[in-house]
Each structure stands twice: as structure tokens, then as C-alpha cells.
């Protein structure tokens, strides 16, 4: 997989033998068994599509569409760069601290300002006069 950004689509051992010779030109070898490298994958029906830059014989490159069975493809890895999608150990998000957190509970001192999350009853007017008022 060497890094590049994509798809690593592994097939079945019978997979590979049911396609025979037309999909070993596509395939790479590596430590983790023989895979087709795509740039874009579409899983969304019965055949995987696949979507990868091949090289003619005379060096031009082309885009190329493979599609199989999804009952061939034993699995998909993500090479993305950026390791946030993909098969594979995750490390948790760095969340804040306990130091950066307020105190709470029975114990924590009162806030210093009015709470903004509940209203204080919106502006305050002066009451109307009555008649009565100015004697």
C-alpha cells in the first residue's frame, strides 16, 4: 500500500481464481496479500466499483472502472493520509484537562457572575401611574 491515498481492496482466494488472468493486471502484492489499489470506491449496490489510474503500453495514464461482486471482496482498507477513516488502532481525541474544567459539586465555590443560560426576566420598565398616584 505503500502510503498512497485510496482504497486497498483484498478478494477471497476463490475470488481470484474465479476472475483468473483478467484481474492480475491489476493487482499489487504485498505483506498483507495481493490487492487492487483504487482512488475511489463506490460500495452502494451489489457490485463494488472501482475506480484507479492504470498505464497503457505506451505510458498514457487512464482512469479505469472495475466492477465485482461484492461477495468477492474480503475486505477494504483506507490508505488516507490524514488516519481518520480506515481499519485500524484509533488514539483517542485529547479532551481537556481537569485543570481547565470548573469546579462542581457540594463542595465548589459559587460562580462569580449571573448565570447566562437562563433568562433574567428581559428589561425592566417602570410601573405604570395611576390617577390616584400624583394626589
Known sequence: MNGNKGYAVFFFPQALEALGEAIKPYLQDSPAGPHVMCKEIDTGG????????????????????????????????????????GFGPRLPEP?????????AGPTAEPPQ???ETVP??????APATTPDDDL
Open 46 to 85: 451489489a457490485l463494488i466499483e472501482m475506480s484507479l489510474e492504470g498505464v497503457t503500453g505506451d505510458g498514457r495514464t487512464v482512469q479505469l472502472d472495475l466492477m465485482v461482486p461484492g461477495s468477492m471482496v474480503r475486505m477494504i482498507v483506507s490508505s488516507q493520509a490524514d488516519g481518520n477513516f
Open 95 to 103: 479532551g481537556p484537562t481537569v485543570a481547565t474544567l470548573p469546579a
Open 113 to 115: 457572575s449571573p448565570s
Open 120 to 125: 433574567d426576566g428581559g428589561p425592566k420598565t
